[in-house]
């Protein structure tokens, strides 16, 4: 490999890091969806040629580590038939992909003759088929139920779009401009990543863009050991629980042990509940990324995400547990599950080292999916809108109120942009007062939403986390905790319709309305510490 000079190194570094994001924005722009465009549920990479991820743009961390996986089910399934120009597509859960509705695109990257990279975009397409609009179901079973499936196959064939893979796409799903829209988008930012990196290459020589890739993973790498070696050697355990099984059952553990001896960390997951019936379950490539948030985020957040910080990183995780499923479990809903092992994790590492805990998030991450209809062109449309709550409190500071923690990053969708597409109305979107956990710092506000349907009967599915209250975000260091989330279902004669249960899907008429109430952030700290200041501010600010 080309050795490569410092100052050449970190600025060829930044630009490949640079590209990634640089593809994001094309994405953002190009998109159709809201979920895309308003929401920023996507992300965008480059890879090595062997499918290692070394620059991603930081916009959805639950894919964060995830992606790699599909570029390498991608180079074992077609390894010597990748030409110029061809385009990739695959949400298998059972293939690297998260679940059906994030769909990878992924384009291979060439000098010539010579494969040297990929870029690669995975973005929440707003259906992709199956039982339920939206494409997600707490109560579903199997994949099957939950969309269509695909492999990696080409979605575009040395440079020419692959008409017959458009045409099945386009007739199993409910919104298809959209779709293809947004793969057409995707396909773009991929292009110019592919553009970005092949200018490196003529600036720089291709040996030395390919030294600087290497680099960068063993940067990350070695940035990673040195910040464990600085750490005590420890060990921890913690569990945390879901409500429920996406199907009414007894609440699911996860349950997470940490241990740490010199510059390695080993994390061992066998303690977590078997998969369950419903779509709670974890595909290995987000449980992955679970890992990789949890570990930058504590052990050093001030690391690029590359691939190299996995290296570090010994992995036990028995297939068959709810983060590591058998095929075909539905998985649809597995980003509530991701956050709750999001939470153990930190939560453990708190215990190993105290002077990083943290006060836990919500994890409620509240999703509203609706089958609709658009207002402006009386076609059908698809919404999925999310809620987010307050960040937990830390030693330094308040709780963040209102956004969408740990693992996501998605903003919640504006109220112009639901009723300019879809057949809703958006009654009041406020934060909650007294929802946090009280401490020396208090944990962030949670959010109150409200949707009518109207006009006519739409197909609604809609889940959410901690509405059990035993397990509400926690405080820390002697911090209070936060309020339970609640889901609340009111008829168009005004009366609350009773015995639903908080992740559904079913059928609401016009003037029905549902109300959620998130939870806020856990405290930290002794609440008799927090300071005058502070608790004036709460005071006239009304958020007691």
Same mark, same amino acid.
Request: net charge negative; hydrophobic share 40%.
């Given at each position: 490999?080309?050795?490569?000079?410092?100052?050449?190194?970190?600025?060829?570094?930044?630009?490949?890091?640079?590209?990634?994001?640089?593809?994001?924005?094309?994405?953002?722009?190009?998109?159709?969806?809201?979920?895309?465009?308003?929401?920023?549920?996507?992300?965008?990479?480059?890879?090595?040629?062997?499918?290692?991820?070394?620059?991603?743009?930081?916009?959805?961390?639950?894919?964060?580590?995830?992606?790699?996986?599909?570029?390498?089910?991608?180079?074992?399934?077609?390894?010597?038939?990748?030409?110029?120009?061809?385009?990739?597509?695959?949400?298998?859960?059972?293939?690297?992909?998260?679940?059906?509705?994030?769909?990878?695109?992924?384009?291979?990257?060439?000098?010539?003759?010579?494969?040297?990279?990929?870029?690669?975009?995975?973005?929440?397409?707003?259906?992709?088929?199956?039982?339920?609009?939206?494409?997600?179901?707490?109560?579903?079973?199997?994949?099957?139920?939950?969309?269509?499936?695909?492999?990696?196959?080409?979605?575009?064939?040395?440079?020419?779009?692959?008409?017959?893979?458009?045409?099945?796409?386009?007739?199993?799903?409910?919104?298809?401009?959209?779709?293809?829209?947004?793969?057409? +988008?995707? &396909? =773009?930012?991929? #292009?110019?990543?592919?553009?970005?990196?092949?200018? !490196?290459?003529?600036?720089?020589?291709? /040996? $030395?863009?390919?030294?600087?890739?290497?680099?960068?993973?063993?940067?990350?790498?070695?940035?990673?050991?040195?910040?464990?070696?600085?750490?005590?050697?420890?060990?921890?355990?913690?569990?945390?629980?879901?409500?429920?099984?996406?199907?009414?059952?007894?609440?699911?553990?996860?349950?997470?042990?940490?241990?740490?001896?010199?510059?390695?960390?080993?994390?061992?997951?066998?303690?977590?509940?078997?998969?369950?019936?419903?779509?709670?379950?974890?595909?290995?490539?987000?449980?992955?990324?679970?890992?990789?948030? +949890?570990? &930058? =985020?504590?052990? #050093?957040?001030?690391?690029?995400?590359?691939?190299? !910080?996995?290296?570090?990183?010994?992995? /036990? $995780?028995?297939?068959?547990?709810?983060?590591?499923?058998?095929?075909?479990?539905?998985?649809?809903?597995?980003?509530?599950?991701?956050?709750?092992?999001?939470?153990?994790?930190?939560?453990?590492?708190?215990?190993?080292?105290?002077?990083?805990?943290?006060?836990?998030?919500?994890?409620?991450?509240?999703?509203?999916?609706?089958?609709?209809?658009?207002?402006?062109?009386?076609?059908?449309?698809?919404?999925?809108?999310?809620?987010?709550?307050?960040?937990?409190?830390?030693?330094?500071?308040?709780?963040?109120?209102?956004?969408?923690?740990?693992?996501?990053?998605?903003?919640?969708?504006?109220?112009?942009?639901?009723?300019?597409?879809?057949?809703?109305?958006?009654?009041?979107?406020?934060?909650?007062?007294?929802?946090?956990?009280?401490?020396?710092?208090?944990?962030?506000?949670?959010?109150?939403?409200?949707?009518?349907?109207?006009?006519?009967?739409?197909?609604?599915?809609?889940?959410?986390?901690?509405?059990?209250?035993?397990?509400?975000?926690?405080?820390?260091?002697?911090?209070?905790?936060?309020?339970?989330?609640?889901?609340?279902?009111?008829?168009?004669?005004?009366?609350?319709?009773?015995?639903?249960?908080?992740?559904?899907?079913?059928?609401?008429?016009?003037?029905?309305?549902?109300?959620?109430?998130?939870?806020?952030?856990?405290?930290?700290?002794?609440?008799?510490?927090?300071?005058?200041?502070?608790?004036?501010?709460?005071?006239?600010?009304?958020?007691?």
């Amino acid at each position: 490999m080309t050795d490569v000079d410092t100052v050449t190194f970190e600025v060829v570094a930044a630009a490949l890091q640079s590209a990634a994001e640089e593809m994001g924005n094309v994405l953002k722009r190009s998109s159709y969806s809201p979920i895309i465009r308003d929401m920023d549920d996507f992300s965008c990479a480059l890879f090595t040629a062997d499918g290692e991820l070394v620059a991603q743009a930081d916009y959805i961390p639950a894919q964060l580590g995830a992606m790699s996986l599909v570029v390498k089910a991608i180079i074992e399934r077609w390894a010597n038939r990748i030409t110029p120009g061809d385009a990739f597509i695959s949400n298998h859960p059972f293939m690297g992909a998260m679940h059906l509705p994030d769909v990878n695109v992924i384009c291979p990257i060439f000098l010539g003759e010579r494969l040297i990279a990929w870029a690669g975009t995975a973005a929440h397409h707003i259906d992709v088929g199956g039982v339920n609009p939206g494409s997600e179901g707490p109560e579903l079973e199997d994949i099957f139920g939950e969309g269509l499936v695909l492999p990696p196959v080409r979605l575009a064939v040395a440079g020419v779009e692959n008409d017959d893979l458009i045409a099945v796409v386009t007739e199993n799903i409910r919104d298809p401009r959209s779709t293809v829209s947004d793969l057409r +988008a995707q &396909r =773009a930012a991929c #292009a110019l990543g592919e553009e970005r990196v092949a200018e !490196l290459a003529s600036s720089y020589g291709t /040996e $030395a863009v390919l030294a600087v890739m290497s680099g960068m993973l063993d940067s990350v790498e070695d940035g990673v050991k040195t910040a464990l070696r600085g750490l005590p050697d420890a060990e921890a355990e913690a569990k945390g629980f879901l409500d429920d099984d996406g199907r009414g059952g007894p609440p699911t553990r996860i349950h997470v042990k940490v241990t740490k001896r010199g510059d390695r960390l080993a994390i061992d997951l066998s303690g977590c509940d078997r998969q369950v019936s419903g779509a709670m379950n974890v595909p290995w490539a987000s449980s992955r990324a679970g890992i990789v948030y +949890a570990v &930058r =985020a504590v052990v #050093a957040p001030d690391l690029g995400a590359n691939d190299g !910080l996995l290296r570090a990183v010994d992995i /036990e $995780a028995p297939l068959g547990i709810v983060l590591n499923p058998e095929p075909p479990a539905a998985v649809s809903v597995r980003h509530n599950t991701c956050q709750r092992f999001a939470d153990t994790l930190i939560r453990a590492m708190g215990v190993m080292w105290p002077e990083k805990s943290v006060a836990s998030s919500t994890v409620s991450f509240f999703c509203f999916n609706v089958g609709s209809v658009s207002p402006l062109t009386g076609h059908p449309s698809v919404m999925a809108d999310v809620v987010g709550g307050g960040t937990g409190a830390t030693a330094y500071g308040d709780g963040i109120d209102g956004v969408d923690t740990y693992m996501s990053n998605v903003g919640v969708m504006p109220t112009e942009v639901v009723e300019t597409n879809y057949s809703v109305r958006v009654l009041k979107t406020e934060f909650i007062p007294g929802s946090q956990g009280r401490g020396r710092f208090n944990g962030g506000l949670g959010l109150r939403r409200e949707y009518q349907i109207i006009n006519t009967p739409q197909r609604v599915t809609f889940y959410c986390e901690q509405t059990h209250p035993d397990f509400v975000p926690r405080g820390a260091d002697g911090g209070g905790d936060a309020r339970p989330t609640t889901v609340t279902v009111i008829g168009p004669d005004g009366r609350e319709i009773a015995g639903l249960a908080d992740k559904a899907s079913l059928t609401l008429q016009p003037g029905t309305i549902v109300r959620v109430e998130t939870a806020g952030g856990g405290g930290y700290g002794d609440p008799r510490e927090r300071p005058l200041e502070a608790r004036l501010f709460d005071e006239r600010n009304e958020r007691l």
